[in-house]
């Protein structure tokens, strides 16, 4: 399983720092993938980043404030959210799959974690 942590309240401008830690299973051979989902909208994948770290991917609406990475030997996906906006609260999730590709193509998910509650708010 995946299980998210690291989700609060924070004031615009603020940062935080996701983790994604895997159980049951070895993350080093999975692609990792953060997907977001506010109240009444679809699902948006915010990054990934492949088995390796070679390759990162980013939505284009987020313009270089948010960075992923992983620690591999901890089974861990990270993602640092900096300069928070009103427009970044939603439920973010991360998810785990050996066939999803970075560079566009997609994929499907093989893990999904339960999310953690992101609120951007003054």
């Known amino acids: 399983q995946l299980v998210e942590s690291g989700g609060g309240l924070v004031q615009p401008g603020g940062s935080l720092r996701l983790s994604c830690v895997a159980s049951?299973?070895?993350?080093?051979?999975?692609?990792g993938v953060w997907i977001r989902q506010a109240p009444g909208q679809d699902p948006e994948v915010v990054s990934c980043i492949s088995a390796n770290s070679g390759t990162t991917s980013y939505a284009d609406s987020l313009k270089g404030r948010f960075t992923i990475s992983r620690d591999n030997a901890k089974n861990t996906v990270y993602l640092q959210m900096n300069s928070l906006k009103d427009e970044d609260t939603a439920v973010y999730h991360c998810?785990?799959?050996?066939?999803?590709?970075?560079?566009?193509?997609?994929?499907?998910?093989?893990?999904w974690g339960q999310g953690t509650q992101v609120t951007v708010s003054s």
């Open positions: 998810a785990a799959g050996k066939r999803y590709s970075c560079s566009g193509a997609g994929g499907t998910f093989d893990y």
């Open positions: 049951g299973f070895t993350l080093d051979s999975y692609t």
